[in-house]
């Protein structure tokens, strides 16, 4: 008997002890508002997606002089005869949400995110917004790319940095950072 309750004891030790060695740890220093010149991409460039022509029900946005086009629940703008995919800027507001688009609650914020692209219901209108830091997702956007910041790894989406996170045994992502120009 005397035997049995060393064994169990012996594996109660080695499982706490390897449990303990896969447990996530934090990244000490986060970043918050980075300078694009120290943001190193892992693939330098990025494929450009264009076509030469867009649906009748596409919806004109303008802002700031600048003119989007919203179809196939995508952002283009016309250059050189052909419609480039782009994210919409800071501050483009809409009077509706892309289809698919996925509530993230934060705080007190109540987020609408699609494709990595935040809006912030104002008014009769939605704001493309950046979320705060801390705001964690469960998946992240199909354009994501990983990034290296002072030699921390990171995802990159839209100008919004991610951090691999746990969350109740559950991956999930943080934002940990803004990329400026």
């Not at 000490?28 to 460039?45: E, F, G, H």
Request: proline share 4%; aromatic share 14%.
């Amino acid at each position: 008997m005397k035997r049995l309750g060393i064994i169990l004891m012996g594996l109660i030790v080695l499982l706490v002890s390897t449990n303990e060695g896969h447990a996530q740890h934090r990244k000490p220093v986060k970043p918050a508002r980075v300078s694009r010149v120290k943001v190193v991409y892992k693939r330098p460039r990025t494929k450009v997606v264009a076509v030469r022509t867009l649906p009748h029900t596409r919806r004109v946005i303008l802002h700031k002089g600048t003119k989007l086009y919203f179809a196939n629940n995508r952002y283009y703008r016309y250059y050189n005869g052909r419609y480039i995919v782009v994210a919409p800027k800071i501050g483009v507001r809409l009077s509706f949400l892309p289809q698919g688009y996925v509530n993230v609650v934060f705080g007190n914020r109540n987020y609408y995110m699609f494709q990595g692209v935040y809006y912030e219901k104002d008014g009769d209108e939605y704001e493309v917004v950046y979320p705060e830091l801390g705001t964690i997702i469960y998946e992240l956007p199909e354009d994501y790319e990983k990034v290296e910041v002072d030699g921390l790894t990171y995802y990159e989406s839209n100008n919004v940095l991610y951090e691999k996170i746990q969350v109740d045994g559950t991956r999930a992502y943080e934002v940990v950072g803004i990329i400026e120009d």
